[in-house]
Every structure is written in C-alpha cells, then in structure tokens.
C-alpha cells in the first residue's frame, strides 16, 4: 500500500510502458498523489485569496468605523482639555474675585480710616465752636454791659452840661 506502483494493474501498464510521456507524468502524479497534492494546494490558494478579499471587504467596512472611532476620539481629548480650561477658568475667577475683596476691603479701611479722622476733627470743630459761641454770649453781654455803662456816662456828662432849660422847655 505504500509503494505507488501498487495502484499498477495490467491496464496501467501496459499504458505505462507504452504510452507517451504524458501519460508517463499523469501515472507517476497519480502514484506519488501530487496531483491530489497539487489539487489541495490550488484549493487552499482560492480558499487564501477568498479570505484575503473577505479581509479586505471587512477592512473597507471597518475604515468609516475606525475613522469615527478616531474622530470621535479626538472629540473626547478635546473635551477633556476643555473641562480642564474650565477649572482653570473658574479657579482665575475664584482668585480674582478675592482679589478684588481683599483690594475693596483695604479701601474700605483706608476710607473709614479717613473718616474716623474727620469725625474726630468734626467733634474737635464742634467742641471749638460751642466754646466761641459761650464766649460769644459772654462777650455780648460784656460788650453790651460796657455799652450801657458808656451810654449812661455820656449821658450824665450831657446832663450837666446843659443848661436847665431844657427842662422848663420840656414843661
């Protein structure tokens, strides 16, 4: 069974012996089963290539797949990188916003500096101006006493200066 030949009846050769080289070539392929080799290994290449064209139709359906796959990939860093400025944003914000309280509270101090100054200047003038005013009042009524004082000397020294007749004129 393991020698080729065994598949050599009297039919076969007497083809073999007498036949042409040809049909020499198609006996020793039958015998050793290259054709049936040959046969496996042409099936096996069309098997290949038809999986190579099934691979190529599966890549050419996978490539708007991957393409979307890589743009929406893209998309997902960019919101990534977006959703990190937006912190960042905020965080300026937030720092920004206690800047300017921390700048407004040091004007307000600064302001309620200046007018707890003016204030006491203001209780300083008030206290001034109710001392001038007691002055004031004492002042008149020196004034106004020193007046009358003045009035009723002058009026004396006319009184003796005049004659009495003044006074009979009166009568």
């Given at each position: ?61 996978l490539r708007p797949q991957e393409e979307l796959t890589a743009k929406l990939n893209a998309e997902w860093q960019e919101c990534q990188a977006l959703e990190k400025l937006e912190i960042k944003v905020t965080d300026a914000k937030v720092r920004l916003l206690w800047c300017l309280h921390r700048i407004i509270k040091e ?65």
């Amino acid at each position: 069974m393991e020698n080729p030949v065994a598949v050599l009846d009297q039919e076969e050769a007497k083809k073999f012996l007498m036949g042409k080289p040809s049909d020499k070539y198609n006996f020793f392929c039958k015998a050793t089963e290259l054709e049936r080799i040959d046969r496996h290994y042409a099936s096996t290449q069309d098997s290949l290539a038809d999986m190579n064209e099934s691979q190529n139709g599966v890549l050419k359906t996978l490539r708007p797949q991957e393409e979307l796959t890589a743009k929406l990939n893209a998309e997902w860093q960019e919101c990534q990188a977006l959703e990190k400025l937006e912190i960042k944003v905020t965080d300026a914000k937030v720092r920004l916003l206690w800047c300017l309280h921390r700048i407004i509270k040091e004007e307000e101090t600064k302001e309620l500096d200046k007018l707890d100054a003016f204030c006491e200047k203001f209780e300083k003038l008030e206290t001034r101006i109710a001392e001038y005013k007691k002055k004031a009042k004492e002042g008149e009524d020196a004034d106004a006493q020193a007046e009358k004082e003045a009035s009723v000397t002058k009026l004396s020294d006319e009184a003796q200066v005049r004659p009495p007749q003044t006074a009979t004129h009166v009568v």
